[in-house]
């Protein structure tokens, strides 16, 4: 049997968001309909008639960059793609499936601290996902020169809003993808793990007009924290009120508003992010979601194991849509690492519930 990864003692900045186990893992999704809506290059939603969809207000996404360096491949062939949006560098997973002109889902894929695009697409294997299902992955970089321990700055308040900061580049980097690909607007995910994790719920507040449903794996509430020390605290111990926060995120939303369905991964013997966040995180969006126009009641908890570990799925239903909601999966003995994932790539671990599946149906069940 597999034991759980040990976890790595690491500077002050990847404890902030990252800097757990350091287990290795590998790279690892419905298509959709003709009448799908797209995304415009400058990241608005379109209608393949060239109409303007409606909305409840203006875009503030920047305009697709005219330095991307990823080609689109030929068709039936699969491609890694570096490419880059504004000066930040990502990676584009195309699978052969692909055709353009047919709209296809994308999953944007934040990274831990220290870790870097191809070692998350290595650990998560979501690429082998996205062949399956015929759907593209987009890996954001967040290089040294823009946080030292390469984690996504969640804990700064100049990137926890609309318009401005990472949110708003990981936002336009979604328009960049849809300038030379055919994206499905309303089938665009994100997800993330640990730092990653912690902005992948920033941009369900603050884009959800742009993200269908968050995935977050031994992430943090939104806003939980707005320095390194407050963020080194709730990582340990948690963040402030969820009930607040949800209202904060709500507020994020501005004229977007909307129900997001979000689902969270969080693993017991967690030393990094503590078990505590996992819980916040739900009842974060509980509280937003129910602002929004849901109608949640409690969570109902099952048991179950799989991959050799055991684990509690809590499931929250929309009593206005009868519709799943949120999912949380309370992993026993896993530490500071992917669920499931491929010991090709850092902070993983091989056992537990397989989470790039499980994101993966949970987002091709929620595409707004």
């Known amino acids: 049997m597999k034991t759980a990864p040990q976890v790595l003692l690491v500077p002050v900045l990847a404890l902030l968001a990252c800097g757990g186990s350091a287990n290795h893992g590998s790279p690892d999704g419905g298509s959709a309909g003709a009448d799908a809506a797209a ?15 409606s909305r409840d207000g203006p875009s503030t996404l920047p305009e697709a960059s005219t330095g991307s360096d990823g080609a689109v491949p030929p068709p039936g062939t699969a491609a890694f793609l570096s490419r880059s949006y504004q000066g930040r560098a990502y990676m584009l997973y195309v699978p052969a499936s692909y055709k353009a002109g047919t709209p296809a889902p994308l999953v944007m894929m934040l990274h ?8 998350f697409a290595a650990g998560t294997q979501m690429n082998t996902r996205a062949d399956a299902a015929g759907f593209l992955v987009a890996y954001p970089d967040e290089p040294t020169s823009a946080n030292s321990e390469q984690c996504f700055n969640w804990f700064l308040p100049g990137d926890q809003a609309r318009g401005a900061g990472e949110p708003q580049l990981l936002a336009g980097i979604v328009g960049d993808v849809a300038g030379a690909f ?20 920033i941009l369900g507040a603050t884009y959800p007009d742009v993200f ?13 924290a707005t320095d390194e020390t ?8 948690g963040g402030p009120a969820p009930k607040t926060q949800g209202d904060a995120a709500f507020a994020a939303m501005g004229t977007y508003a909307r129900a997001v369905p979000v689902i969270v991964f969080q693993g017991t013997a967690d030393n990094t992010v503590n078990d505590v966040n996992g819980q ?9 979601d129910d602002r929004a126009s849901a109608s949640l009641g409690a969570g109902v908890a099952t048991q179950g194991s799989a991959g050799g570990k055991s684990f509690t799925l809590t499931t929250y239903t929309d009593a206005k849509s009868g519709g799943v909601m949120l999912e949380y999966y309370l992993v026993s003995g896993l530490a500071h690492a992917w669920s499931g994932g491929s010991s090709a790539g850092t902070f993983t671990d091989p056992d537990g519930p397989d989470a790039t599946s499980l994101m993966w149906q949970f987002f091709a069940d929620n595409g707004k």
């Open 230 to 237: 407050s963020a080194l605290q709730a990582a340990q111990s």
């Open 39 to 53: 995304i415009a290059p400058d990241g608005a939603t379109a209608l393949h008639d060239g109409a303007a969809a």
């Open 112 to 119: 831990g601290c220290t870790q870097t695009m191809a070692d």
């Open 280 to 288: 916040q995180i739900v009842d974060q969006w509980t509280e937003t």
């Open 182 to 201: 055919t994206v499905d607007a309303g089938r665009v995910f994100v997800a993330g793990l640990s730092s990653g994790a912690a902005m992948a719920v």
């Open 212 to 224: 269908a449903a968050v995935g977050a794996h031994s992430g943090l509430e939104y806003e939980a």
